[in-house]
């Protein structure tokens, strides 16, 4: 990944995705059921939950993951200050590594926020 186009790292991500699903339907239906289930606000909100999963990204070094979280996170009304705070934690739970991810997991968040005026 490089630059800032995190919208363009979910655009390349969406026709892979969709030639995946063709072949094993019944595994993005039972990830898509779960992904609803786990995102639905309960004693977590939504926001809350995305930014966790957001934090999971960072640790893991996945830009689509970013990506996806960020934007979710933006849409579900999490500030640039509390992704920022839930990368924190990344970088302190991940260390080194994470400060590498988070600042990737900034710049996305900040990139679909701006976007949207928030």
Same mark, same amino acid.
């Given at each position: 990944?490089?630059?800032?186009?995190?919208?363009?790292? =979910?655009?390349? =991500?969406?026709?892979?995705?969709?030639?995946?699903?063709?072949?094993?339907?019944?595994?993005?239906?039972?990830?898509?059921?779960?992904?609803?289930?786990?995102?639905?606000?309960?004693a977590l909100d939504r926001k809350f939950k995305e930014l966790v999963a957001l934090a999971i990204g960072v640790v893991q070094g996945c830009d689509g993951c970013l990506a996806s979280h960020a934007q979710a996170a933006v849409k579900a009304g999490a500030t640039k200050a509390e992704a920022a705070e839930a990368i924190g934690v990344s970088i302190l739970m991940h260390g080194?590594?994470?400060?590498?991810f988070g600042a990737r997991a900034y710049t996305a968040f900040c990139e679909f926020a701006d976007a949207t005026g928030e």
């Open positions: 990944m490089n630059g800032n186009d995190y919208h363009g790292v =979910l655009a390349d =991500l969406n026709p892979q995705h969709r030639a995946l699903r063709q072949q094993i339907p019944g595994v993005y239906q039972g990830f898509g059921e779960m992904s609803k289930a786990t995102f639905e606000s309960g080194g590594p994470a400060t590498i």
